[in-house]
């Protein structure tokens, strides 16, 4: 076959003159199709994948009000597609709507990507924009735009991309829609591994900080890219003129039947079989008969939000998890990053599934139907949470416990040679410190503490405190002859570092002021017993280079390896031969529960998608008539709308304090639903549809073929007059 050939389209069925440019036996156009997709699904979803930190960490807002947010945002983007539909084949033709919208959703892009920028109200330049509710406003702007675009095109491209093919290459669809797919799944893979990358990098004008500009600005460059490419194919498309939609049609006939039923509600008016059969009055019995098919399965679908709103927890609640946990792989995995798991395991367990699991059950004579495969996704989804639940509990486990109303912490740190005893007063505890050793956080009710003894060899010192509620304290002291040395700081850390990082701070325990640098970060000059504030470490699970310059001499030392998510006081003890002597103490724990433990809960939620997505429109569009597949989509797009809803009225209004609690509370309400599921299924009676449409083309000619026979003896009697 040529590279290249040649089709002219003559302006038929409502399609506009035009030449179709044939390459590999494919119309050209499709790859301008597939390109656009691609580049679309990199924008949604590498923006999607930092949204929930964006929340978090950016905007400040806290875990429930930003999964909330974030599962409005989503429940958008699956209700719009309903009206991208109506739009395309009512008014603006599927062209046009594409075109349009992607305009709406890049310009949506790129506001968002404006409203991430720090330095955009930072007048003081100070770190903090000092208008956040600009920030706020821009962000929502843009995401409303974003759902609007994202939504109103997807049901638009795909059968677009289908429109572009001749009756007699149905081989060459089938093989289009194998690329579009994969498409979308390449855009996701890569986006979910680059943007979250590009967040935790730093940028900014006065202050370094995440670059959710830039995280939010290449997703936004994709969709121009997208938006580019579709208009650069424009004159390859064939454009098929608005027909109607079939799901207004449906509407219109479901409302025509309940009105009628409700004024033909007395009894002196006969039943009807169905009460759809009441519509009969105005339509014909064919599009009755299809709808009727169509509700059959859209009442299966009642149950199935459930599953969607825990599915789409992964990039919310999840994401939040794999903030508390450790993304060392020998590589740093950002937390956010976690979530490609899904799409490598898809594209991994679809081709298992179908070439190797399914036939495996098929020989074993079970009869493992469609709404059997979905009942057991949904028993999968519940168990995956299951084990999100198991690795929390792990996580809250390993997490310091913080000092709530009306409790203080203080934590002691003995620098000096002999051991000591610490009284808490009024005669609350005592408490033995070894030389060179830390006790941990110790906690006390802050209105009973009122000051504390230090006692190391002959000498005793008191320290009278004035301590605020929910704080933590750091008391380091030495016995030197004839005195013990004191300083008290306040830690002004009440929650574990974000994202992995670790904070460190340096204790000059020399007796003349040091200059402390650790790697490219200068602490500055220590003064005798003083100590830096908390810095951040650039990068975590490092060793760095510490260097103290003193009167006489400079000393060097290596750290230890930083662990992720953890604070430590790091004490400068000697220098002997430039060399620097140093103790490590750890004030918060590193995160220890490992992000792969996420793994299980991943594969078991991607394995119950597979078997629950997958089979669930495979078995929709068996079970409805070919016209009537798009009412289908607008339905199952609206069980995933329903779902994100139902996590954001639980993350709104839950009393629920505990993590691990929330993910029993949604495994449980899954596995209720999957039993009613599977009850529900119990009584469906599967059908074919093509056969119910052949029996009424059969009637309809049989009536067509009684008419013609009755016209001819009528007009056989009248010439006989």
Same mark, same amino acid.
């Given at each position: 076959?040529?590279?290249?050939?040649?089709?002219?389209?003559?302006?038929?069925?409502?399609?506009?003159?035009?030449?179709?440019?044939?390459?590999?036996?494919?119309?050209?156009?499709?790859?301008?199709?597939?390109?656009?997709?691609?580049?679309?699904?990199?924008?949604?979803?590498?923006?999607?994948?930092?949204?929930?930190?964006?929340?978090?960490?950016?905007?400040?807002?806290?875990?429930?009000?930003?999964?909330?947010?974030?599962?409005?945002?989503?429940?958008?983007?699956?209700?719009?597609?309903?009206?991208?539909?109506?739009?395309?084949?009512?008014?603006?033709?599927?062209?046009?709507?594409?075109?349009?919208?992607?305009?709406?959703?890049?310009?949506?892009?790129?506001?968002?990507?404006?409203?991430?920028?720090?330095?955009?109200?930072? $007048?003081?330049?100070?770190?903090?924009?000092?208008?956040?509710?600009?920030?706020?406003?821009?962000?929502?702007?843009?995401?409303?735009?974003?759902?609007?675009?994202?939504?109103?095109?997807?049901?638009?491209?795909?059968? %677009?991309?289908?429109?572009?093919?001749?009756?007699?290459?149905?081989?060459?669809?089938?093989?289009?829609?194998?690329?579009?797919?994969?498409?979308?799944?390449?855009?996701?893979?890569?986006?979910?591994?680059?943007?979250?990358?590009?967040?935790?990098?730093?940028? =900014?004008?006065?202050?370094?900080?995440?670059?959710?500009?830039?995280?939010?600005?290449?997703?936004?460059?994709?969709?121009?890219?997208?938006?580019?490419?579709?208009?650069?194919?424009?004159?390859?498309?064939?454009?098929?003129?608005?027909?109607?939609?079939?799901?207004?049609?449906?509407?219109?006939?479901? =409302?025509?039947?309940?009105?009628?039923?409700?004024?033909?509600?007395?009894?002196?008016?006969?039943?009807?079989?169905?009460?759809?059969?009441?519509?009969?009055?105005?339509?014909?019995?064919?599009?009755?008969?299809?709808?009727?098919?169509?509700?059959?399965?859209?009442?299966?679908?009642?149950?199935?939000?459930?599953?969607?709103?825990?599915?789409?927890?992964?990039?919310?609640?999840?994401?939040?998890?794999?903030?508390?946990?450790?993304?060392?792989?020998?590589?740093?995995?950002?937390?956010?990053?976690?979530?490609?798991?899904?799409?490598?395991?898809? *594209?991994?367990?679809?081709?298992?599934?179908?070439?190797?699991?399914?036939?495996?059950?098929?020989?074993?004579?079970?009869?493992?139907?469609?709404?059997?495969?979905?009942?057991?996704?949904?028993?999968?989804?519940?168990?995956?949470?299951?084990?999100?639940?198991?690795?929390?509990?792990?996580?809250?486990?390993?997490?310091?416990? %913080?000092?709530?109303?009306?409790?203080?912490?203080?934590?002691?740190? /003995?620098? =000096?040679?002999?051991?000591?005893?610490?009284?808490?007063?009024?005669?609350?505890?005592?408490?033995?410190?070894?030389? /060179?050793?830390?006790?941990?956080?110790?906690?006390?009710?802050?209105?009973?503490?009122?000051?504390?003894?230090?006692?190391?060899?002959?000498?005793?010192?008191?320290?009278?405190?004035?301590?605020?509620?929910?704080?933590?304290?750091?008391?380091?002291?030495?016995?030197?002859?004839?005195?013990?040395?004191?300083?008290?700081?306040?830690?002004?850390?009440?929650?574990?570092?974000?994202?992995?990082?670790?904070?460190?701070?340096?204790?000059?325990?020399?007796?003349?002021?040091? /200059?402390?640098?650790?790697?490219?970060?200068?602490?500055?000059?220590?003064?005798?017993?003083?100590?830096?504030?908390?810095?951040?470490?650039?990068?975590?699970?490092?060793?760095?280079?510490?260097?103290?310059?003193?009167?006489?001499?400079?000393?060097?030392?290596?750290?230890?390896?930083?662990?992720?998510?953890?604070?430590?006081?790091?004490?400068?003890?000697?220098?002997?031969?430039?060399?620097?002597?140093?103790? $490590?103490?750890?004030?918060?724990?590193?995160?220890? *529960? $490992?992000?792969?433990?996420?793994?299980?809960?991943?594969?078991?939620?991607?394995?119950?998608?597979?078997?629950?997505?997958?089979?669930?429109?495979?078995?929709?569009?068996?079970?409805?008539?070919?016209?009537?597949?798009?009412?289908?989509?607008?339905?199952?797009?609206?069980?995933?709308?329903?779902?994100?809803?139902?996590?954001?009225?639980?993350?709104? *209004?839950?009393?629920?304090?505990?993590?691990?609690?929330?993910?029993?509370?949604?495994?449980?309400?899954?596995?209720?639903?999957?039993?009613?599921?599977?009850?529900?299924?119990?009584?469906?009676?599967?059908?074919?549809?093509?056969?119910?449409?052949?029996?009424?083309?059969?009637?309809?000619?049989?009536?067509?073929?009684?008419?013609?026979?009755?016209?001819?003896?009528?007009?056989?009697? $009248?010439?006989?007059?």
């Amino acid at each position: 076959m040529p590279l290249a050939s040649f089709r002219f389209i003559m302006q038929d069925g409502g399609k506009t003159t035009g030449k179709s440019v044939l390459c590999f036996g494919f119309p050209l156009s499709i790859f301008f199709i597939v390109i656009n997709e691609f580049c679309e699904r990199f924008s949604y979803y590498g923006m999607k994948a930092v949204l929930t930190l964006y929340f978090t960490r950016f905007l400040h807002w806290d875990d429930n009000f930003a999964t909330a947010i974030y599962h409005t945002f989503v429940a958008l983007c699956y209700l719009t597609p309903i009206l991208g539909a109506i739009i395309a084949d009512s008014w603006l033709g599927k062209f046009k709507t594409i075109l349009y919208l992607s305009i709406v959703y890049a310009i949506g892009q790129t506001v968002l990507s404006v409203g991430s920028i720090n330095d955009l109200t930072d $007048h003081n330049q100070d770190g903090t924009p000092d208008a956040i509710a600009v920030n706020i406003a821009l962000s929502m702007v843009g995401l409303i735009l974003i759902a609007l675009g994202t939504g109103g095109i997807k049901p638009c491209v795909s059968a %677009f991309g289908g429109d572009q093919f001749e009756d007699d290459q149905e081989k060459q669809r089938s093989t289009f829609f194998s690329l579009f797919y994969l498409s979308i799944n390449a855009g996701s893979l890569l986006s979910t591994l680059i943007t979250p990358t590009i967040r935790a990098s730093e940028c =900014g004008i006065h202050s370094k900080q995440e670059c959710y500009p830039l995280a939010f600005g290449v997703p936004a460059i994709l969709m121009a890219v997208a938006l580019v490419v579709f208009v650069i194919g424009s004159r390859m498309y064939k454009k098929a003129k608005p027909q109607g939609n079939v799901m207004l049609e449906v509407s219109k006939c479901v =409302g025509f039947a309940i009105k009628n039923r409700f004024r033909h509600r007395s009894k002196e008016f006969p039943k009807r079989e169905h009460w759809l059969d009441w519509a009969s009055d105005k339509y014909d019995k064919r599009l009755i008969a299809q709808i009727k098919m169509v509700l059959r399965v859209l009442f299966l679908y009642i149950p199935l939000p459930m599953f969607w709103a825990v599915f789409d927890q992964q990039g919310s609640r999840w994401t939040l998890q794999a903030t508390a946990m450790n993304g060392d792989f020998g590589f740093k995995i950002q937390p956010d990053q976690m979530q490609i798991v899904n799409p490598i395991l898809i *594209v991994i367990m679809v081709p298992v599934a179908d070439s190797l699991i399914y036939p495996l059950i098929k020989k074993c004579k079970l009869n493992f139907t469609p709404l059997k495969k979905m009942t057991v996704g949904m028993f999968l989804g519940s168990m995956a949470f299951v084990a999100a639940a198991l690795v929390q509990v792990q996580i809250d486990n390993h997490n310091p416990v %913080f000092p709530a109303a009306g409790q203080t912490q203080i934590k002691l740190i /003995n620098l =000096g040679a002999v051991p000591a005893t610490v009284q808490f007063q009024p005669q609350l505890q005592s408490v033995e410190v070894e030389p /060179n050793k830390e006790t941990g956080y110790m906690t006390f009710e802050t209105s009973k503490l009122l000051s504390l003894n230090v006692i190391s060899a002959n000498e005793n010192k008191t320290r009278h405190l004035e301590l605020q509620e929910e704080q933590r304290y750091t008391l380091a002291f030495k016995w030197v002859p004839r005195d013990i040395n004191f300083t008290w700081v306040e830690d002004n850390v009440t929650s574990k570092p974000e994202d992995g990082k670790s904070l460190v701070r340096f204790i000059n325990n020399f007796s003349f002021p040091v /200059n402390v640098t650790m790697g490219d970060m200068d602490f500055g000059v220590l003064e005798p017993f003083s100590v830096s504030n908390y810095s951040i470490l650039p990068h975590a699970g490092w060793s760095y280079t510490i260097k103290a310059t003193m009167p006489q001499d400079t000393c060097t030392v290596d750290s230890k390896q930083f662990g992720y998510g953890a604070a430590y006081t790091i004490s400068l003890d000697d220098c002997v031969e430039k060399n620097l002597f140093i103790t $490590h103490f750890e004030d918060i724990a590193p995160n220890t *529960v $490992h992000m792969a433990w996420q793994i299980p809960q991943y594969f078991l939620l991607t394995c119950a998608e597979v078997l629950f997505s997958v089979t669930g429109l495979e078995f929709s569009y068996s079970q409805a008539p070919s016209n009537m597949k798009s009412v289908l989509q607008a339905g199952w797009l609206l069980t995933v709308a329903v779902g994100n809803i139902i996590v954001l009225i639980v993350a709104g *209004v839950s009393a629920i304090q505990q993590q691990w609690a929330e993910y029993v509370l949604f495994a449980a309400l899954l596995l209720v639903v999957c039993v009613i599921f599977a009850i529900m299924a119990s009584f469906y009676t599967y059908i074919d549809p093509n056969e119910i449409e052949a029996q009424f083309s059969k009637e309809e000619k049989e009536e067509d073929k009684k008419d013609q026979d009755t016209n001819e003896k009528e007009a056989e009697a $009248h010439s006989q007059l």
